[in-house]
């Protein structure tokens, strides 16, 4: 589970754009091609790290399946939503600025998990309604990378439904693995000792990305 963080604090600084032959492979696209968005959109979500830190950090102290089902589901329904608005009627934002504030996501969740946001605020917020703020945002940043690539409307509506399919199946996949790593971590006396880095590590992975986003979109305006 360690070696997944530091993964991650390595990578958050990049944008995982669609690019190379996936790329080329989208551009080209004429009518209905389900298949190849769908697995466009797992391969989107395993190998997004900032989506995947910032649900980490949502079940890092969850415990019960109903818990974990019931986050995970407020995350999956909006991204779900901005994902499939942004591109159907263009809603444009920066993606910088996007991917900022999922960097902030990710650095808010590890705070709030070492009990941050509690002590700075004196009350600790109810986490369902944040969750899905910031499912929304992650899902801007999916539309953003989609409306990059200029996708042919002849059979948009079933390659977007598709490509969300495919990153709700990506996200099972990964989040499955990590909560097999996780709960083995925690049954050792190694995660009481550790819980605490681990957190911090992502945090520093969230502000790294996010600076690294800001920096670009400042940039980019001079």
Known sequence: MAGVLVSGFFCAAMAHAIGGTDAAFVAKTVGPDPFPFLYLGAKHMVTGYDHLLFLVGVIFFLYRFKDIAL?????SIGHSITLLAGVLFKLHVDAHL???????SVLYKAFD???GVKTVFGVQPDNRPIVLGFGLVHGFGLATKLQALNLNPHGLITNLISFNVGVEI????????????MTVWRKTPLFDRTAAGANVLIMVAGSVFMIHQLAGYFLGAV
């Open 71 to 75: 986050y995970v589901t407020m995350f």
């Open 98 to 104: 996007v991917d900022a504030v999922i960097g902030f």
């Open 113 to 115: 998990n070492l009990g």
């Open 170 to 181: 990506g996200q099972i996949i990964a989040l499955s693995l990590i909560l097999m790593s």
